[in-house]
């Protein structure tokens, strides 16, 4: 039975990771606000995932579908770095991480509906990424280009900050966005196939 897949993210960068695999599906972004009520990473990625899939899987009341919510952000010790606000916001998350190590948590959701019943699946992949030092011209430089005004964290691992990017332990594709490769295996483990 092929299950209809939906994307709950408006994310170029997570529609590209699951084209790269080969996987059909469609995008209807959540759009309800956020609420966040815990405090560690992997709580709230996990908490905003489910809001998004919960958000679409009530709009879409079709049967044999996978409804997938996703939600990334970076840590650094305890401290959340969300999307900058302003440049100023991009250049203290840019000082904080340069020269260190931080976590970049990723949270899934899929809710999937088939044979009149749904169940809710839910996991989140932690990526650990040192950064090479960077000075404070190189800093603005990079702001200066607009690619960190609406990354977690303020960098795009698979843009220009990728010169600034020394090591990660864990999946690539977390960090980018989404861990398709643990999706993948989570439903091969329901016995549903997306490819």
């Known amino acids: 039975m092929k299950h209809r897949l939906i994307l709950a993210s408006a994310s170029p960068r997570r529609r590209e990771l699951l084209e790269q695999i080969g996987a059909e599906f469609e995008v209807i972004p959540a759009q309800g606000e956020e609420i966040i009520s815990k405090d560690s990473p992997e709580q709230v990625v996990l908490e905003l995932s489910r809001q998004k899939a919960q958000e679409i899987a009530e709009r879409v009341q079709d049967d044999n579908i996978i409804v997938l919510g996703a939600d990334t952000v970076v840590a650094y010790g305890n ?93 690539y594709n977390n960090v980018v966005g989404l861990p398709v490769a643990r999706i993948f295996q989570v439903l091969q483990q329901s016995g549903i196939e997306i490819l």
Request: proline letters at 3%; one cysteine or more; charged letters at 20%.
């Open 79 to 171: 401290q959340i770095l969300g999307k900058p606000k302003d440049e100023q916001d991009a250049q203290c998350m840019l000082e904080t991480l340069s020269g260190n190590t931080h976590s970049v948590f990723t949270g899934v959701a899929m809710i999937i509906r088939e044979g009149g019943r749904q169940q809710c699946q839910t996991f989140y992949e932690e990526t650990k990424v040192t950064m090479y030092p960077m000075n404070k011209r190189q800093i603005l430089s990079y702001i200066s280009t607009g690619e960190p005004m609406d990354k977690a964290g303020a960098y795009a691992i698979q843009g220009k900050c990728a010169v600034y990017i020394e090591s990660i332990q864990g999946d």
